[in-house]
């Protein structure tokens, strides 16, 4: 801009300090004006002077006054077109003057404009910090936060693990006073329940009888006696028995204790017994098939050709208690011999003529189970 305005400035004194041409009417004038002197002017001696020029004839002063006008007029209008450059360059000069405003102002807005682009990147650039910081800010609340909940949550489940050590121990201490009120309620039950027995030395045990049928089966009638010798009464009783043979070279004990004494059908009406009370009016008769018997039966000497078997009565008694949950089961076993004699009873009896009552011995077989 300023570059510009000094370069106008000085063009314009230069056209400013230039001197105005000599008109040519001015010119011609002064030189016709000299010649008309010379002429005028007498010689020396006054003589006449050698070779005097041709005589001009003096024009006319109206010729002369039009000749001026028209060629005084042409000259300066030449004069004036000489001069053009200068105002032509004045006059470029002055919109280049112009144009370096115009580009002046916009360069002045266009600077304006860059500063304002500039203070608002550097408002976007704090803005942009202090939302970065804001969010760092943020990631450390939320990383203290998560510290926080992971310490929390840690705390949460020591205490979970102490409750459910608490709560093991308080299980465990109840189930520990459960069984020892159970243990309690078993000795109170077991001291005041009913106790019954099974025995066939009753009044009618002379009329029982065992015997064996032409096709091997065998068949015994007997007459058990249910005692109540327990302190509270026992209700719904009753019996459920089986007349067996052992098997060839089997324990007994062992071979009675496989079998499924509970599953026996039931072999008389169910009946109540006051403590010391007994039962002595029950009748049963039971049946062994033949294969049983030929397959538990043995020869026991050799001079003699009958073959021989172990037979038994095994059963089960059912009853209940009123501060009981559940039935009492109380499981029997006895086996028959032949009274005065250890050996087994004889299969080769002959049929009709069966083992009396008076000629058997029951024998009582250890372990069995009372519940």
Aim: hydrophobic share 40%; no cysteine.
């Amino acid at each position: 801009m300023l570059r510009a305005v000094a370069v106008f400035a000085l063009l314009w004194a230069a056209v400013a300090s230039k001197p105005p041409s000599p008109t040519p009417t001015e010119t011609g004038q002064a030189k016709q004006e000299q010649a008309r002197a010379a002429q005028g002017k007498p010689q020396a001696n006054n003589q006449p002077a050698k070779n005097p020029p041709p005589a001009v004839h003096q024009a006319n002063p109206e010729i002369a006054v039009r000749y001026e006008q028209d060629f005084g007029d042409q000259r300066k209008n030449a004069s004036a077109w000489r001069d053009w450059p200068a105002w032509a360059v004045a006059v470029f000069t002055l919109g280049l003057l112009i144009t370096a405003i115009f580009q002046w102002l916009a360069m002045h807005g266009q600077r304006k404009l860059m500063a304002g682009q500039l203070e608002e990147m550097k408002t976007t650039s704090a803005d942009t910090g202090a939302l970065a910081a804001a969010a760092q800010q943020q990631a450390q609340w939320a990383e203290v936060s998560t510290h926080a909940l992971n310490n929390q949550a840690d705390a949460l489940t020591n205490q979970a693990r102490i409750m459910l050590t608490h709560t093991e121990a308080a299980v465990m201490a109840a189930e520990a006073a459960k069984g020892s009120a159970s243990a309690m309620l078993r000795q109170l039950e077991a001291y005041e329940r009913p106790w019954l027995t099974v025995s066939f030395e009753g009044t009618n045990a002379d009329y029982a009888y065992l015997g064996f049928f032409p096709d091997g089966r065998a068949y015994m009638t007997f007459y058990p006696v249910v005692k109540n010798i327990g302190k509270s009464l026992a209700t719904n009783v009753s019996i459920r028995t089986s007349l067996i043979a052992v098997e060839r070279n089997a324990s007994p004990v062992a071979f009675i204790r496989q079998l499924p004494l509970r599953t026996f059908e039931p072999d008389s009406e169910e009946f109540t017994l006051f403590p010391g009370e007994d039962n002595d009016r029950l009748e049963i008769t039971k049946h062994t098939p033949k294969e049983e018997i030929a397959a538990a039966s043995f020869d026991y000497r050799s001079d003699i050709p009958d073959r021989f078997v172990i037979m038994a009565v095994v059963g089960v008694v059912l009853d209940d208690f009123a501060n009981s949950d559940g039935t009492h089961h109380t499981e029997f076993a006895y086996l028959i011999q032949q009274r005065n004699s250890p050996s087994p009873i004889p299969q080769a009896l002959t049929p009709g003529l069966p083992l009396s009552g008076k000629e058997i011995t029951w024998v009582k077989l250890p372990g069995n189970h009372a519940d």
